[in-house]
T-cell receptor, first 110, second 116 residues
């Protein structure tokens, strides 16, 4: 089993739709979780951290489920500009070296 | 603005030649930097951890004699792809941990290498 797994997609949704991605992790001692956004041929950029209590930033909501060992990202009212690859990033417990998921591709169409 | 600068952004080289990619931390010192490789539609794969003033730590399966890493100063790490072959064509990206904890990751802009 891979350390961090994501459905590669692509998720093809119309503008205005709500879309959700999940990311599972295998190391139960993992401490820190993040969602990054990567545009084509660009470096990843931090989208948001994922806190145990869940957190929201505008149209984006991130959740952590420690019991089932997954994190989720919900995007409401999708915009064309949301089209990108969304990377799940997990820091194993006690490590400062992150593990990346392969990313989930989102395509928002008019 | 960028806190980690990577250069060059794009490079095309002939098979058998060597290519150097630089990664600089701006306005902060990075004793550790990470080098990743990313093939199309794949995740970032950690190649090695670059340590200032000491040898890099390579991940399993990464040839240290082919991918030379030098971290001679607190603000500069370099990755040299030696005797490049077409299968080395990929997106190479460096990162540095942020200061003050919190698991912040500062990425360089990445370098696209094409070996012809």
């Amino acid at each position: 089993r891979k350390e961090v797994e994501q459905d590669p997609g692509p998720f093809n949704v119309p503008e205005g739709a709500t879309v959700a991605f999940n990311c599972t992790y295998s190391n139960s001692a993992s401490q820190s979780f993040f969602w990054y956004r990567q545009d084509c041929r660009k470096e990843p950029k931090l989208l948001m951290s994922v806190y145990s209590s869940g957190n929201e930033d505008g149209r984006f909501t991130a959740q952590l489920n420690r019991a089932s060992q997954y994190i989720s990202l919900l995007i409401r009212d999708s915009k064309l500009s949301d089209s990108a690859t969304y990377l799940c990033v997990v820091f194993p417990g006690g490590s400062y070296i992150p593990t990346f998921g392969r990313g989930t591709s989102l395509i928002v169409h008019p | 603005g960028a806190v980690v600068s990577q250069h060059p952004s794009w490079v095309i080289c002939k098979s058998g030649t060597s290519v150097k990619i630089e990664c600089r931390s701006l306005d902060f010192q990075a004793t550790t930097m990470f080098w990743y490789r990313q093939f199309p539609k794949q995740s970032l794969m950690l190649m090695a951890t670059s340590n200032e003033g000491s040898k890099a730590t390579y991940e399993q399966g990464v040839e240290k004699d082919k991918f030379l890493i030098n971290h001679a100063s607190l603000t500069l790490s370099t990755l040299t792809v030696t005797s490049a072959h077409p299968e080395d064509s990929s997106f190479y990206i460096c990162s540095a941990p942020g200061q003050g904890g919190g698991n912040t990751i500062y990425f360089g802009e990445g370098s696209w290498l094409t070996v012809v």
